[in-house]
């Protein structure tokens, strides 16, 4: 099994620490399991978090890489997309693994909620929570899902983050900043209605 994620940088709200003693805990339950967790990109949080994968003595189960630019390639060759932030804004690399097919196993904060809620193949663990993320990981190992399949039944539901559909979401608030007028009706972006933004999901979704 291939899990990645991408751009460990300084940033605390990333949480790469809750991933690799995810995949720690992963290695304790399982120590014959085939596994390799990559983290690609660079930044200055990276040595810390290679000390720590020494530590606790993942050797090949975790690889670091430098920054890639194909990225389509990677998530192509990956089985899994593991991503523990603790916060977000839009989670652009969440978005490429929902588009690419990859079963996700995701933090659950509102974020993560907000973009992979309702998507097939998606599991949640607590924000923190190393043995969930493990559990996580190894429910989707047990049960793996067609990467066709899964495009196929998230594509109606990625169309709203589409570059088209928020465009034009963003021309329709324009419009109705300057014109002090409600969207059009037939806006199919997630700025439309403004009034009616739905409450995050709270529990723990199990795998759909």
Same mark, same amino acid.
């Given at each position: ?8 940088? +300084? ?6 620490? *809750? ?9 304790? =339950?399982?120590?014959?399991?085939? &596994?390799?967790?990559?983290? *690609? +990109? !660079? ?26 630019? !194909? ?5 192509? $060759? ?18 490429? $693994? ?5 079963? *996700?196993?995701?933090? +659950?904060? !509102?974020?993560?909620?907000?973009? $992979? ?41 990625? !169309? ?14 324009? =419009?109705? &900043?300057? =014109? ?16 009616? &933004? ?7 979704? *199990?795998?759909?």
């Amino acid at each position: 099994m291939r899990a990645t994620s991408f751009v460990p940088s +300084g940033s605390k709200a990333k949480n790469y620490d *809750c991933a690799i003693r995810g995949v720690a805990e992963l290695k304790r =339950q399982a120590p014959d399991l085939n &596994v390799r967790y990559l983290i *690609c +990109g !660079d930044g200055p949080g990276k040595q810390r978090l290679m000390d720590l994968a020494a530590e606790l003595q993942l050797g090949i189960w975790i690889q670091f890489c430098e920054s890639r630019t !194909d990225i389509p390639e990677l998530l192509a $060759a990956g089985d899994i997309f593991l991503s523990t932030s603790s916060v977000e804004g839009m989670p652009l690399s969440v978005l490429e $693994a929902l588009s690419s097919g990859l079963p *996700c196993v995701l933090s +659950g904060i !509102d974020q993560h909620y907000e973009v $992979a809620g309702n998507m097939p193949g998606c599991v949640f663990s607590t924000p923190n929570n190393a043995e969930e993320v493990s559990h996580a990981l190894l429910l989707l190992m047990k049960d793996p899902m067609s990467a066709d399949t899964l495009r196929r039944d998230r594509e109606p539901l990625l !169309d709203k983050f589409s570059i088209a559909t928020c465009a034009g979401s963003y021309s329709d608030f324009y =419009q109705f &900043v300057r =014109q002090g007028k409600a969207a059009h009706p037939s806006s199919q972006g997630t700025l439309t209605n403004l009034t009616e &933004v739905p409450p995050a999901r709270k529990d723990n979704q *199990c795998l759909r």
